[in-house]
């Protein structure tokens, strides 16, 4: 191998036509279900000022934004022996003012700050942009991915939570997705248990360790919590709780029992009871699915985040990828900048794990390609001429159309292209086709062949 | 104003609902027309290793170039003196080994390096992404901004160009532009042209200043080829060359004298000769246009630039941005990375001037936005609940369509939010409308007001 070989940074990838095609077609179809419930499109820019960013992700967080080096002389203002005096923590902000976004709640906060005063509250936008973190790159890990966000904010109708239910589940839908589950959760509900079991002051770290339920199980996390300092007398309470099985209806009631003496937990309830009862309402429509792929789950806990309502989680079943979505309602996006009291609610698709399971499940369409449809070919300088006009009309005409470039004395060549470029249909031109005004038209795929009429070429593969 | 308040980085923007709108019309009509060009999509990280970007650009380019600090503790192998004894340049080069990629050719350069034993060739790839420059930011310059590029690689066909002058004609033409120019020329006649003035040992130097002519005039041009050593007799055989007027077919016979002895220009002259004869055939097409605003133009040049072949470039008229669109053929795309002889042709359109161009004369249609289509709005709980089956059935119907998210007593905010973002039309439910199974339908437009059967919403709005 050459020494001069480039390579590419760890974590990162290039999209190849291939996958461009069905990277596409997932978006295109969370695009247009975004917008068929009124989310309107928001970009903003890669770069953030870092202290936009920093101390929004917690500490562990805030090591892995990736940061941009200054312009221009960035140590002019440096003490000359600042590699010891500083270290490369204080250093860093110094000579790095800005940094690659982390995610894209916190931009879309800082977009909302800045253009508060001519925004039409309730607004739903929805973005889709790559994120960067400096997380060790492992497979199905990367430190370029996109995340695919909507949110509502400035109201706390539930409609937009019986609505992100139904989002997914069109998305879902579209993408032919059948075996699914749209786990649901409430804070306020986990609140109520932790209430309930008396451990109100231990709430943080009952959700971190209920977060840990899946990878762990239910053994190792009441040890974590007894190590966390959770009474014996609470986690013997909390393991029935856990570990009760039932559908909606039955865990509504469990809990409005238990919940009893628990206000966090009764206003959890009720918004549980209004999103169903607003989803019941939407199932009087015609051609309504038949399941919503509900799973109401009392272990969902979504870990440090800043939900404090509804929280969501969608898991495709029968693949190995984790979670491909999620989501909640917090009640201040943008208190970390100076304006408080701005609800909302949001969730995000993670479109690469939505890739892989498309991939496991084989969900990819045919059409999910881009290709060329036709390649002529002509086989001397005046049938490659010949062919000019006819290739203005195909594309005129919506086919994706190309002449191979070069003239070549054998077959092979142009042929192989089409091959590999899995065109399905070569046009072919030389003296005798010319002479009488046709093509010969290879069907790649059968190998079948037909003489078809110069002028007549474009409804010829209308029909196709 | 609060203290919190946060900020964007200079240079950057953030693009909202109807900014984005409009970018995707014209997005879409260029990714539409390259993929009927047989062009495909391939997108690159926007992290590259510095090493892949650094030496590419020219130094002025190197130093704009966005660096991005290693992650972890960057200054461990440094010496406690490194301030004073490496100074910015040098210690960037040791802190910062991953950079933002800072213009679309360098990267797919590194991809096809880093693929050319699988891509079949020739490949014609689009990419149509941000980058990012550390320019001093400006009206209508910016430090992230997007590139449109479409290259074929492995091909020294000249049926490429041809294309290319199509491309361009179809994208401004669906964009509804109809006063523009491509200017052409080729790198050769440029050559032929220094060749005939006895200053071959200046070619760069005529490029460079030529470059200039539109921005300071020919005679500070020609003053400033004098600076750089072109000698008087040089100079006085130039004046009249750039200034000879005439049509395409004038310009060529001109240049045929002109070239009697100079191989280089008469190569250039044939491959002038070899694309209009092509675009001589295509013409033979139905509808096809009258006028490819061709202009054979001998003042372009494209500075200091990697192109060996045919150059382009398009002015729209009567508009205050630049060019919107350049590009040109190189023999070796891959020669920095140790893979010579890599012949290739692409070209950009600069979404940014294009979007200012369309602006500027009034071009975006109605279309090129994104916006809710109808309001509901229920009056109280009974009524909100009633309108839900409905959402679902005109969302499925292809509408976009939202329901006011909250109850309110007056219809002011419901009616003004429906105002502000554009929505044309209002669906409201009261216990009237309830009550008989209707809707009132409100055009927001004409203040028109009327009743609608529920079961007919979705007829009633597929004809409007």
């Known amino acids: 191998m050459n020494k001069n070989q480039p390579t590419r940074p760890d974590g990162t990838r290039d999209f190849s036509p291939e996958v461009m095609a069905k990277r596409n077609y997932i978006l295109q179809t969370i695009r247009a279900v975004y917008?068929?419930?009124?989310?309107?499109?928001?970009?903003?820019?890669?770069?953030?000022?870092?202290?936009?960013?920093?101390?929004?992700?917690?500490?562990?967080?805030?090591?892995?934004?990736?940061?941009?080096l200054n312009s221009g002389d960035f140590l002019k203002d440096l003490p000359a022996d600042a590699v010891t005096s500083m270290g490369s923590k204080k250093m860093a902000s110094k000579i790095a003012g800005k940094a690659l976004r982390y995610d894209l709640t916190v931009p879309f906060a800082r977009y909302v700050v800045m253009n508060r005063g001519t925004l039409t509250f309730p607004f739903k936008r929805y973005q889709i942009q790559p994120v960067w973190r400096g997380d060790r790159p492992q497979k199905g890990r990367y430190r370029e991915f996109y995340q695919c966000d909507a949110d509502v904010v400035g109201t706390d109708s539930l409609l937009c939570e019986a609505e992100i239910i139904l989002m997914i589940n069109e998305v879902l839908g579209k993408l032919g997705v059948q075996n699914f589950q749209v786990k649901i959760n409430h804070r306020q509900i986990l609140n109520g248990i932790a209430e309930a079991i008396g451990a109100m002051d231990k709430f943080s770290d009952i959700c971190v360790g209920i977060d840990k339920l899946d990878k762990i199980g239910l053994d190792k996390v009441m040890q974590e919590l007894a190590d966390r300092g959770v009474s014996g007398e609470s986690i013997a309470q909390l393991k029935p709780i856990l570990a009760f099985e039932g559908n909606l209806q039955e865990k509504l009631t469990y809990l409005t029992t238990l919940f009893e003496n628990s206000p966090n937990g009764q206003k959890g309830l009720a918004d549980m009871r209004a999103i169903t009862q607003m989803l019941n309402s939407f199932a009087q429509a015609k051609d309504f699915p038949t399941d919503l792929h509900i799973d109401f789950d009392l272990t969902l806990a979504r870990?440090?985040?800043?939900?404090?309502?509804?929280?969501?989680?969608?898991?495709?079943e029968g693949v190995q990828v984790g979670s491909i979505s999620g989501g909640g309602r917090?009640?201040?996006l943008t208190g970390a900048f100076g304006v408080p009291d701005l609800p909302g609610v949001g969730f995000s698709f993670g479109i690469d794990r939505l890739y892989d399971a498309l991939e496991e499940l084989n969900l990819f369409p045919a059409e999910a390609t881009v290709a060329t449809q036709i390649l002529m070919i002509g086989f001397d300088?005046?049938?490659?001429?010949?062919?000019?006009?006819?290739?203005?009309?195909?594309?005129?005409?919506?086919?994706?159309?190309?002449?191979?470039p070069t003239?070549?004395?054998?077959i092979k060549k142009p042929m192989s292209y089409a091959n590999n470029r899995g065109i399905p249909f070569a046009v072919l031109a030389g003296s005798d086709e010319m002479q009488v005004g046709e093509f010969s038209v290879k069907n790649m795929l059968s190998g079948e062949q037909q003489r078809v009429k110069a002028g007549e070429l474009k409804t010829f593969f209308a029909t196709k």
Do not use: H, W
Not at 43 to 62: F, H, I, Q, S
Not at 383 to 396: D, G, K, M, V
């Open 303 to 316: 870990g440090l985040s800043y939900y404090t309502g509804a929280i969501f989680e969608v898991k495709v």
């Open 35 to 68: 917008q068929r419930y009124g989310f309107l499109p928001l970009e903003t820019p890669a770069m953030e000022n870092l202290d936009v960013l920093t101390g929004k992700y917690g500490d562990e967080g805030d090591q892995l934004i990736f940061k941009i």
């Open 381 to 404: 300088e005046a049938s490659f001429a010949y062919c000019l006009p006819y290739l203005y009309e195909l594309r005129q005409a919506g086919f994706a159309t190309e002449l191979y």
């Open 407 to 410: 003239v070549e004395k054998k």
């Open 330 to 332: 917090y009640d201040d």
